[in-house]
T-cell receptor, first 111, second 118 residues
Framework: GESVGLHLPTLSVQEGDNSIINCAYSNSASDYFIWYKQESGKGPQFIIDIRSNMDKRQGQRVTVLLNKTVKHLSLQIAATQPGDSAVYFCAEKESARQLTFGSGTQLTVLP | DSGVTQTPKHLITATGQRVTLRCSPRSGDLSVYWYQQSLDQGLQFLIQYYNGEERAKGNILERFSAQQFPDLHSELNLSSLELGDSALYFC?????????????????FGPGTRLTVL
């Protein structure tokens, strides 16, 4: 079946460095992608989303890149801060279907 | 704060019991989604309601049911509870309005209910 997965289950970065979290998806018909951040004991928090008619979208300190050719999604966090430590989930959906979530990447920001 | 509220925050109960989880969506959102998050399975979609009607079903057990009321709040009922039902249960809402063709897919999650079945 279709699936969304993450390349790395854990990522550790130094405070102030940029972080890149990767996500592979297998459904070439997916047309909407979204990144969530989940801190311990809290619900997933929307970070940024992108539709398949775009390659790049920027938010505040975050950028999402979509490469449809290789079915790859990435989340870039600039100047990573301690408060960015969390689990990051990518999710994708095709048209009116439901969101399918990846397994998550644990980002740890080192002082 | 996403604007989605869930109660209770924590729930501890025994096997065989029945519980009800409650969710209030963001103001203006018509769709409500329920998810289960356990340590070994990540976020699993259970069911979606749109403006009071069931819209989509995911991996929801027959022992579980949900409904969305006229004021758009939703309840997830879990019955004949088993140890394996212990998990975080999240509600999310969106403005999704497929009937009109308008797609606003962003789902905003509530803080969740942690269910522990002993």
């Amino acid at each position: 079946g279709e699936s969304v997965g993450l390349h790395l289950p854990t990522l550790s970065v130094q405070e102030g460095d940029n972080s890149i979290i990767n996500c592979a998806y297998s459904n070439s018909a997916s047309d909407y992608f979204i990144w969530y951040k989940q801190e311990s004991g809290k619900g997933p928090q929307f970070i940024i989303d992108i539709r398949s008619n775009m390659d790049k979208r920027q938010g505040q300190r975050v950028t999402v890149l979509l490469n449809k050719t290789v079915k790859h999604l990435s989340l870039q966090i600039a100047a990573t801060q301690p408060g960015d430590s969390a689990v990051y989930f990518c999710a994708e959906k095709e048209s009116a279907r439901q969101l399918t979530f990846g397994s998550g990447t644990q980002l740890t920001v080192l002082p | 704060d996403s604007g989605v509220t869930q109660t209770p925050k924590h729930l501890i109960t025994a096997t065989g019991q029945r519980v009800t989880l409650r969710c209030s969506p963001r103001s203006g959102d018509l769709s409500v989604y329920w998810y289960q998050q356990s340590l070994d399975q990540g976020l699993q979609f259970l069911i979606q309601y749109y403006n009071g009607e069931e819209r989509a079903k995911g991996n929801i057990l027959e022992r579980f049911s949900a409904q969305q009321f006229p004021d758009l709040h939703s309840e997830l009922n879990l019955s004949s509870l088993e140890l394996g039902d212990s998990a975080l249960y999240f509600c999310a809402s969106s403005q999704h309005a497929s009937v009109s063709g308008i797609r606003t897919d962003t789902q905003y999650f509530g803080p969740g209910t942690r269910l522990t079945v002993l």
